[in-house]
């Protein structure tokens, strides 16, 4: 599913363009030790944690998109982070569980 997709099917806004990315899984997860552990290469990150280290741990596990809940900002740090490492962001004012509910066609990922 392509960044497009998946900002149209959350209602949310486009925050950082990460052109020619798509994700194949979604994980949703606040604790970003938990989602280094758990997480999977090309997913969706769903999450409320709007800063850098969030884009450093979607690096680490090769998460593709993050989508930021309820309409949290994204600090200028984050959004360079992510335009450098190619990640794309979403940000929508839904909550973390409707996010999952929108994206179900995809399935949970795992590492």
């Known amino acids: 599913m392509t960044a497009e997709e998946i900002c149209s099917k959350v209602g949310g806004s486009i ?62 740090d984050m959004e360079e982070g992510a335009k450098r490492e190619g990640v794309g962001i979403i940000c929508t004012s839904l909550s973390q569980y409707e996010v999952a509910q929108r994206l179900s066609e995809l399935p949970p990922s795992k590492r």
């Open 15 to 76: 925050a950082v363009d990460a052109p020619g990315v798509s994700a194949s899984s979604v994980y949703v997860g606040d604790l970003l030790s938990d989602v280094m552990r758990h997480a999977g290469e090309k997913s969706v990150l769903v999450t409320i944690q709007n800063h850098l280290n969030t884009i450093a741990v979607a690096t680490l596990v090769k998460s593709s998109v993050v989508v930021l809940c309820h309409s949290r900002s994204v600090p200028a």
